[in-house]
């Protein structure tokens, strides 16, 4: 059975063959959708050193970061953000077998300064005003 994060990433992929996970025009990207992503994206960084790199890991956990406090703002509690941070980004989740390393969930750590520039600018964007905590058309 595959992880709950692949299905995810699997999910998200389908939706824009080819395409960067980290497209800052989609249209219906809900503030879950972006959490989950960049969660998954900052928990690639800790897990993989063959992806780590040190600024990009320090954009997604500042964007984390941001998206904790929009959504602690928007009544989730610390709990259940750690919840949902290991049910979709398989945060303190073992990964024996470093499914998260390779395949399709690579894409969600991304690949160059300018595609962490693509996070940074996404999230603001969805962090910048109150909306519905909800998954938008992302799945």
Not at 15 to 32: H, L, N
Not at 34 to 50: D, P
Not at 72 to 79: D, I, N, S, V
Not at 106 to 134: G, H
Request: hydrophobic share 40%.
């Amino acid at each position: 059975m595959r992880s709950p994060a692949i299905l995810l990433c699997s999910a998200l992929l389908a939706i824009s063959p080819g395409a960067s996970a980290w497209q800052t025009e989609e249209p219906g990207i809900g503030p879950v959708c972006l959490y989950a992503m960049v969660s998954l994206g900052e928990e690639i960084g800790k897990r993989c050193s063959n992806l780590h790199d040190e600024r990009i890991q320090a954009v997604m956990s500042a964007s984390v970061q941001k998206l904790d406090a929009y959504f602690a703002k928007g009544g989730w509690t610390a709990e259940q953000m750690a919840t949902f941070k290991r049910k979709q980004a398989r945060v303190g989740v073992p990964d024996p077998e470093g499914l998260l390393c390779k395949g399709d969930a690579v894409s969600f750590y991304p690949e160059s300064e300018a595609a962490a520039a693509q996070v940074v600018a996404l999230t603001d964007r969805i962090v910048s005003k109150p909306r519905p905590l909800e998954w938008g058309d992302c799945l």
